[in-house]
């Protein structure tokens, strides 16, 4: 019977420390998609003063807007990294070099929405 019991213990002790493993790798993701998303909103703020400014000003701000959004890039990696949910975070970021960032806008808030909520999960 004291046999059943520590394998018991054994298997719960296991058990537990397998779900604050998991919990622990999901926090990590979660507050560096935070940090990335913080990146995002501002890409996106300077994106938006680009569309409504006109030459060398323009040019300017939509530079800035992608330097922004790509400073973004290594927490969007490291929240893919601890939590695979974030891969579609990461994904759209990289896009910002072959997609105009006013495209890729909708999906950014979304998935920074998500990121910035109560329950951040996909």
């Known amino acids: 019977m004291a046999r059943l019991r520590s ?13 604050l493993i ?19 909103g501002e890409a996106l703020k300077i994106s938006k003063q680009a569309q409504a400014a006109t030459g060398a000003e323009q040019t300017r701000l939509a530079n800035n807007a992608m330097a922004t ?10 929240a893919t990294s601890a939590d695979g949910q974030w891969n579609a975070l990461q994904t759209t970021i990289g896009e910002a070099q ?4 006013t495209d890729l806008a909708p999906s950014l808030r979304r998935i920074c ?5 109560a329950s951040p999960y996909l």
């Open 69 to 78: 959004l790509i400073r973004a890039t290594p927490f969007a990696a490291r």
């Open 7 to 19: 394998r018991a213990a054994l298997c719960v002790a296991v058990l537990l420390s397998g779900v």
């Open 22 to 40: 998991a919990g622990c790798g999901t926090g990590a993701g979660v507050s560096e998609a935070r940090k990335a998303c913080g990146f995002v």
């Open 98 to 101: 072959r997609v105009p960032i």
């Open 113 to 117: 929405q998500v990121a910035n909520s």
